[in-house]
T-cell receptor
Framework: SQTIHQWPATLVQPVGSPLSLECTVE??????LYWYRQAAGRGLQLLFY??????ISSEVPQNLSASRPQDRQFILSSKKLLLSDSGFYLC??????????????FGEGSWLTVV | GESVGLHLPTLSVQEGDNSIINCAYS??????FIWYKQESGKGPQFIID?????DKRQGQRVTVLLNKTVKHLSLQIAATQPGDSAVYFC????????????FGGGTRLMVKP
């Protein structure tokens, strides 16, 4: 069966510090990978998605970036965090594009507080 | 795939009652729909899905109804339990968006013992 892991689960970072959130998926090949952000009490905002190694699409311009160095690894980064970057970050995966109507499965999330 | 950033509406039900959570979707070309449950501090969890060639699909204690005429989706939870308390999101997918889902704003379900 497929599993998704993301870490760290919680972190507190000062303004201007770098960020690295990591996500890995097991039990599947060539998945689509996603990073979402969720502000407290609000819905899901798609930040980045990737259909393959090195292929990243950005949905929202911001000071965050994503990378996919390996097939089942997805990393969310920032060089300098802003207060507004605080939130709940969710990694997710789905079967490759071309399989229409595939469910997106989410990780457990990472709480980021920028102070 | 960006959701509307609205404060969440809340549905409060008595334990044992049936719950109905509604969702209006935006694209008449959407052909696949999913309901997710998100407990506090956790990632959204898949509950049930339905394709546009169906009007109804049942799972364990949950039923999803799809009305394509008015672009409306509902999730019915039978005999609601305290463990059902969570935020529920609907999501829609249409073929020309690949695997991209568009999420609704979510509804908070509170179950009173």
């Amino acid at each position: 069966s497929q599993t998704i892991h993301q870490w760290p689960a919680t972190l507190v970072q000062p303004v201007g510090s770098p960020l690295s959130l990591e996500c890995t998926v097991e039990g599947t090949s060539n998945p689509n990978l996603y990073w979402y952000r969720q502000a407290a009490g609000r819905g899901l905002q798609l930040l980045f998605y990737s259909v393959g190694i090195g292929q990243i699409s950005s949905e929202v311009p911001q000071n965050l970036s994503a990378s996919r160095p390996q097939d089942r690894q997805f990393i969310l980064s920032s060089k300098k965090l802003l207060l507004s970057d605080s939130g709940f970050y969710l990694c997710a995966w789905s079967a490759p594009t071309g399989h229409s109507g595939n469910t997106i499965y989410f990780g457990e999330g990472s709480w980021l507080t920028v102070v | 795939g960006e959701s509307v950033g609205l404060h969440l509406p809340t549905l409060s039900v008595q334990e044992g009652d049936n719950s109905i959570i509604n969702c209006a979707y935006s694209n008449s070309a959407s052909d696949y729909f999913i309901w997710y449950k998100q407990e506090s501090g956790k990632g959204p969890q898949f509950i049930i899905d339905i394709r546009s060639n169906m009007d109804k699909r049942q799972g364990q204690r949950v039923t999803v109804l799809l009305n394509k005429t008015v672009k409306h989706l509902s999730l019915q939870i039978a005999a609601t339990q305290p463990g059902d308390s969570a935020v529920y999101f609907c999501a829609e997918n249409y073929n020309n968006a690949g695997n991209m889902l568009t999420f609704g704003g979510g509804t908070r379900l509170m179950v009173k013992p």
